[in-house]
């Protein structure tokens, strides 16, 4: 009996094993598993220590505040962290031995602001924009960061550990950019060393590159999406397609079954109404737990996908904040209490409610609530003898 009628149960087995299947896929790379947004999720601590357990040697964070925690919790595998303002607490990072992405010139100043008042050297990663246009310093901003960050080594203020980019198609493999972005990464790495700048790691596949091209894999690889078992490039395989197991199952227990009437509108608006005389499920489930409401079954169109007794069934009527509503069938074995499946093992997919909702499926387990418990389990035979 659990307090919350709705979980997301997470197999720290599943992540383990993809952690293993990366490892083994990357070849010689080391692999940096992405544990930001609460491990997608997830939950950054077990899921780092799992992936860790699977092999993965560094972890990666978008927040400070999330390499610190992993940290706070023990945590003593390599960590890079990549996104923060003027202003941060760098020291904290550098204190606590977590690596920073350069990707202004301002955060090499105030790196080195940190590495002084820590009374330790930092060490970064310099981040080129190679053609994402996101962060990271342009092929124009480089030369003179460069030409700081060399000084500031031979200072003793800092070291260059690795110089990194990310893609903008690597979901579409094959796509000319790819090429042209490692290009810039190389002719980057170039102009590095021809200051005397020597980094060891240089990386840019996150799980489609690290999936699709070993071209790009180079020194690490930073796959996120993959270490939980979704495909990155569904249009080219399923996760079973590159040997990973999806870990996140989100399951309810139905809070309501009753019968309705045909022609009897269901949830706000009325937008799905009974086509006959029905069953109809109430799923303590809605936007205030991350359910999308762009995943509503409406204009006669069904919602998203539910597994429900063996049977695939689909979300009727507006998804609310804290519920919706299932059409059971006038032939309906279900009674309350009765456990439904939203996604995960015997049930469908991320990627199906990815779909249904017009998102991907890293929206779909990222963007889960906190208000939903997570169960943690491990079904890794393999890898028992590491606990
Ligand atoms: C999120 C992120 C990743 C992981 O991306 P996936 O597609 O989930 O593998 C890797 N590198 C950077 C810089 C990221 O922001």
Redesign the pocket.
């Known amino acids: 009996m659990s307090l919350y009628p709705a979980r997301a149960v997470v197999d720290l087995g599943a992540i383990r094993a993809n952690a293993r299947t990366l490892c083994r896929i990357a070849d010689g790379a080391a692999v ?1 598993a ?1 544990v ?2 609460d491990a ?1 999720g997830h939950g950054l601590v077990p899921v780092a220590r799992a992936a860790v357990e699977g092999g993965a040697t560094w972890l ?1 964070t ?1 927040q400070l505040t999330e390499a610190l925690a992993l940290r706070e919790a023990g945590i003593d595998a390599r960590v890079l962290t ?2 923060y303002a003027p202003g941060a607490p760098l020291e904290l990072a550098v204190a606590a031995d977590i690596d920073l ?1 350069v990707a202004a010139r301002w955060a090499l100043d105030e790196i080195a602001a940190a590495a002084r008042s820590a009374g330790r050297p930092a060490r970064v990663h310099l ?1 080129v924009d190679t053609g994402l246009g996101r ?1 990271g310093l342009t092929p124009a901003e480089l030369p003179p960061v460069l030409d700081a960050a060399a000084e500031l080594q031979s200072a003793g203020l800092l070291r260059v550990v690795g110089v ?1 980019s ?1 893609l903008a198609f ?2 579409s493999p094959g796509h000319p950019s790819l090429q042209h972005q490692l290009s810039v990464l190389h002719e980057s790495v170039d102009a590095a060393r021809s200051r005397g700048i020597e980094p060891e790691l240089r990386h840019i ?4 590159a ?1 999936l699709t091209a070993p071209e790009l894999h180079l020194d690490l690889v ?6 939980y078992g979704l495909s ?1 490039v569904p249009q080219v395989g399923g996760p079973e397609d590159f040997g990973l197991v999806p870990a996140m199952t989100l399951e309810a227990e139905l809070a309501t079954v009753k019968q309705l009437p045909a022609g009897h509108g269901v949830s706000y608006a009325h937008h799905y109404v009974t086509p006959t005389a029905t069953t109809v499920g109430v799923v303590p489930l809605g936007y205030g737990d991350g359910i999308p409401r762009h995943a509503s079954g409406v204009d006669g169109a069904p919602g998203a996908p539910i597994g429900s007794a063996g049977r695939a069934l689909a979300i009727a009527g507006r998804v609310c904040m804290d519920q919706f509503m299932v059409d059971l069938g006038p032939e309906a074995v279900e009674v309350a209490g009765d456990r439904v499946v939203l996604f995960g093992a015997g049930g469908p997919s991320a990627e199906d409610w990815a779909r249904a909702a017009g998102t991907i499926s ?1 929206e779909i387990v990222t963007r889960l609530g906190a208000r939903v418990p997570r169960v943690y389990v491990d079904h890794d035979d393999a890898g028992k003898d590491h606990r």
């Open positions: 940096l992405v930001k947004a997608y990666g978008a990549w996104l992405a981040k962060n990194f990310h690597a979901d596949a996150a799980s489609a690290t930073r796959p996120g999406l993959a270490l990155p890293y």
